[in-house]
């Protein structure tokens, strides 16, 4: 059964410290995806980022980098240089399989970040 | 600008009422998706639809169902609300045919509260 593990429930940070979201994955399948996404105070989740499974390259965007290792099964989120409007609950979600034509989607319990001015 | 649509923002409703959450979005998505977030728990999947009068249980369906009559539209309803349903809900989109690594577009949410 696929699983994702966000230990981390909430974070505290100071403005323009650099944060690290952590997130752990358990899947049996060879071929799946991570997702971050972002739910500010508004409620809406936003999607962030994308990773298959066969791609462990790190990305950088702007002041968001993700961290891939698939020998560890994690996908680490870094924020440098925090903001206020970083504030917001990030969910990390693993998607794999194909039954019937859905794709299953496991979402973590999500890390609420406040960003403290 | 891509679009899920949910028709409350905050709700409140009496024990024993049915209730129905309404979802629209302008995609042309095949796959809709209602979640339930609690606090500790993340989303949970409650049903999912990959096609008009298509339906299919997600991780927590009882007391719930679903109705897609239409493509852009995916209700869910509270056949009689009970306190423990209070929650917030959330609907979201996804298109079938671009596969797994396809992220899903999410509505604003409802915030359902039973008394």
């Known amino acids: 059964a696929q699983k994702v593990t966000q230990a981390q429930t909430e974070i505290s940070v100071v403005e323009k410290e650099d944060v690290t979201l952590d997130c752990v994955y358990e899947t049996r399948d060879t071929t799946y995806y991570l997702f971050w996404y972002k739910q500010p105070p508004s409620g809406e989740l936003v999607f962030l980022i994308r990773?298959?499974?066969?791609?462990?390259q790190n990305e950088i965007s702007g002041r968001y980098s993700w961290n891939f290792q698939k020998s560890t099964s994690s996908f680490n989120f870094t924020i440098t240089a925090s903001q206020v409007v970083d504030s917001a609950v990030y969910f990390c979600a693993l998607s794999e399989g194909n039954s019937g034509g859905y794709q299953k989607v496991t979402f973590g319990t999500g890390t609420k970040l406040q960003v403290i001015p | 600008d891509v679009k899920v649509t949910q028709s409350s923002r905050y709700l409140v409703k009496r024990t024993g009422e049915k209730v129905f959450l309404e979802c629209v979005q302008d995609m042309d998505h095949e796959n809709m998706f209602w979640y339930r977030q609690d606090p500790g728990l993340g989303l949970r999947l409650i049903y999912f639809?990959?096609?008009?009068?298509?339906?299919e249980k997600g991780d927590i369906p009882e007391g719930y169902s679903v109705s897609r009559e239409k493509k852009e539209r995916f209700s869910l309803i509270l056949e009689s609300a009970s306190t423990n349903q209070t929650s917030m809900y959330l609907c979201?989109?996804?298109?079938?045919?671009?596969?797994?690594?396809?992220?899903?577009?999410f509505g604003q949410g409802t915030r359902l509260t039973v008394v």
């Open positions: 639809s990959y096609d008009v009068k298509m339906k």
């Open positions: 990773r298959n499974s066969f791609d462990e």
């Open positions: 979201a989109s996804r298109p079938m045919g671009e596969g797994m690594g396809t992220e899903a577009f």
